[in-house]
């Protein structure tokens, strides 16, 4: 098998992709000691051509790839998408529309984020060889073994897709899966503004000191990962981050002393400026502390209580209906409908109130109990006595 290699070949293929119906689409990339994603291989195929495209090759000029991610006439396939979509998105060229076949299989009863080679077994019955999967894709030149194995990964998403719509759309649930789909090529999902940083994260605090400490720490951390191309954590763990928002030391000593700062930092070529991003964050934190949303408190025995039997409702209602719970609702979505039968949530929005909202609310209203039926839980209506004439 020969990769394209060269700007003229891609151009060509991609040609032949315009005017498909759909695009099915997979990367490998490398990671592990880098900020930013290097993009090694980029394998697409429709139901009658398939490309590996080596983005490592001398020359190699993407554009007329990309163009075709940005072609809003083609639907771009792919499986669990985020990281892909993220690489594209860093290119400028965000896949729309796209389907990711992850998602719908939630919707179509195979679980929770499905391996793609899990799909594959099941719906095509066909086993996949993943023995190149933790190769080095950045070694040149590339394995046959490699190469087959990275084109497998489109050349049965090419048939799956179809196999996959069709299902959805006989069962009415499609819609189901569209939102999500959409979310996926939301660019707030990748933004990598430092300033917006600390959103990725998860503050313990509202205080005005502590919230403005963390977004310069956290903004900082993300500046010096991005011009470093090193991963956020070999800059400094999450935790850190709390730790200092915290403290708010403004010397080394005081930076020394954090038990989550690695020993000697303020020693380290990242010490001083650290030290100043903690300065500027403490420079009129209530001008400059981020508006931070209080989750709603379920420490109450009555919304504990709540939220337990919506976790059992959620579970029993996502069996009858052979979709994973996930697609249906989270934990959080659980503890705001506890809280309040108007909140704000998906959950009691669309099918997804049709599926498990209105139930939910019943079972707070006492007008549906859950009964253990041998191993199954059963939804059932509560029959009230009739009152009594007096």
């Known amino acids: 098998m020969t990769p394209i290699t060269t700007t003229a070949e891609l151009a060509a293929f991609c040609d032949r992709l315009k005017g498909q119906p759909f695009v099915a689409v997979d990367t490998e990339f490398m990671r592990e000691t880098t900020y930013w994603p290097k993009l090694c291989l980029i394998q697409a195929a429709t139901p009658s051509d398939e490309a590996v495209i080596d983005p490592m090759a001398e020359g190699m000029d993407l554009e007329p790839f990309l163009e075709i ?35 719908a299989g939630m919707a179509a009863g195979f679980g929770e984020q499905i391996a793609y080679d899990a799909l594959v077994r099941q719906m ?24 087959t194995y990275a084109l497998a990964d489109v050349t049965h998403l090419a048939k799956l897709y179809p196999m996959l719509r069709a299902r959805l759309e006989k069962e009415n649930r499609l819609v189901w899966v569209t939102d999500e789909m959409q979310a996926l090529t939301d660019p707030a999902n990748y933004d990598v503004e430092p300033e917006n940083a600390w959103k990725r994260l998860k503050p ?13 720490v956290a903004a900082w951390r993300e500046r010096t990962a991005q011009s470093r191309d090193q991963p956020r954590g070999r800059i400094l763990k999450d935790d850190a981050i709390d730790e200092v928002a915290t403290q708010a030391p403004t010397d080394a000593a005081g930076l020394d002393r954090l038990r989550s700062v690695p020993k000697g930092f303020s020693g380290s070529k990242f010490g001083p400026d650290l030290l100043e991003a903690i300065r500027e964050g403490l420079k ?6 981020p508006q931070v949303e209080r989750a709603r408190s379920t420490n109450s025995p009555a919304a504990g209580a709540v939220v337990e039997l919506l976790k059992v409702l959620l579970k029993a209602r996502a069996e009858d209906a052979g979709v994973a719970s996930k697609l249906i609702a989270t934990v959080s979505d659980l503890e ?3 809280n309040d039968d108007d909140a704000e949530t998906p959950a009691l929005q669309g099918w997804r ?17 859950l009964v253990l039926d041998g191993a199954r839980v059963r939804v059932v209506e509560v029959r009230r006595a009739p009152r009594q004439s007096s």
Request: no cysteine; hydrophobic share 40%; charged share 35%.
């Open 69 to 103: 991610m940005r072609d809003e006439t083609i639907l771009k396939v792919f499986h669990a998408a985020r990281q892909d979509v993220e690489i594209f998105n860093n290119l400028k060229a965000m896949p729309k529309p796209l389907f990711d076949t992850q998602v």
């Open 124 to 147: 095509l019955k066909i086993e996949l060889d993943k023995s190149s999967r933790f190769t080095d894709w950045a070694r040149r030149p590339l394995a046959e073994s490699q190469l």
């Open 204 to 216: 313990r605090r509202h205080t005005s000191k502590y919230l403005s400490v963390y977004k310069a």
């Open 284 to 289: 009129n934190p209530e001008a400059n502390a």
């Open 336 to 338: 705001q409908i506890a």
């Open 353 to 369: 109130r049709e599926a498990f909202g209105e139930d939910a609310l019943r079972v707070k209203r006492g007008e549906l109990a």
